[in-house]
């Protein structure tokens, strides 16, 4: 099977490929190929999706078919989709409604948002009030003194931000609160902190030895007391607090290649969603149909 060519890179210079410039992308040779781009939380759940569907459709053609993924951002694949560039949008937040009015849309899974600090920390669970004091006033969580979020755009920063009550002009802006473009990079910057002084916030999915995912209480009593671990068991019974909806978008269903529409079925099929949960992810499909 042939391993999916990932690609992270800004929205203009996703714009500016063609087949002419796209090294490495054997669908520019003539052979079938999907286009997607968006979010970089769901980069391990699409990319583990198009290599299984990449597989299914050479058994079942008997020729290749290349997904192009460019993980940009949800902002960055919304506009794609919006324009036309790409075949599906990746966005790890609902569509707006503004953008609703041009764009179809489908969830595809649910995810946590973990707030992980270093494996090194003290720190076991933190509080809906602690999060929003150090996030915006700047106030410590124990040893904690800089809070790290993602890029204005970041469906991740979006879900964790709405989940917080916090608008953009009440961030801190500290030395040391620093803006990340992607999850890999924020994910990084805390597995580098061994002092145990940061804290950020990432997908569910992609939490990892590298860092420690911190329990979270949201402070309301009809979710049920105390904090809650950070488990997609916990995500479907909604103790756990800070959750979003990964969502594909598109111009129209009727209007997508037949390619692109197989490839949604089977995302949405039990397979797919089985792949979903094999990569951190969780399924309202399979909890419903268990």
Known sequence: MKKLTKVIMSGAAVAAIGCGMAVGFTGCAGGPEITIEGSTSMEDVMTALAERYEQIYQEENGEELTIIPAFTGSGSGITAATDGRVDIGLSSRPLSSSEAEHLESQTICLDGISVVVNPSSNLTSVTKTQLVDLYTKGTAIDSVIAALRREPGSGTRDGFQDALGIEDEQLCTNQGFDEYNS?????????????????????????????KALAYDDEDSTNGTGAAAPTPENVLNRS???????????????????????????????????????????????????
């Open 240 to 290: 756990y607090g800070l959750s979003r909806h990964f969502v594909i978008c598109y111009q129209s269903y009727e209007g997508l290649s037949d390619l692109a529409k197989g490839f949604i079925e089977f995302i949405l099929s039990a397979e797919g969603q089985q792949i979903c949960e094999e990569e951190g992810c969780i399924s309202e499909i399979l909890a419903e149909n268990n």
């Open 183 to 211: 999850t890999g990079a924020l994910k990084e910057a805390i597995a580098g902190n061994t002092a145990g002084t940061m804290l950020g916030y990432i997908s569910m999915g992609s939490v990892d030895s590298t860092v």
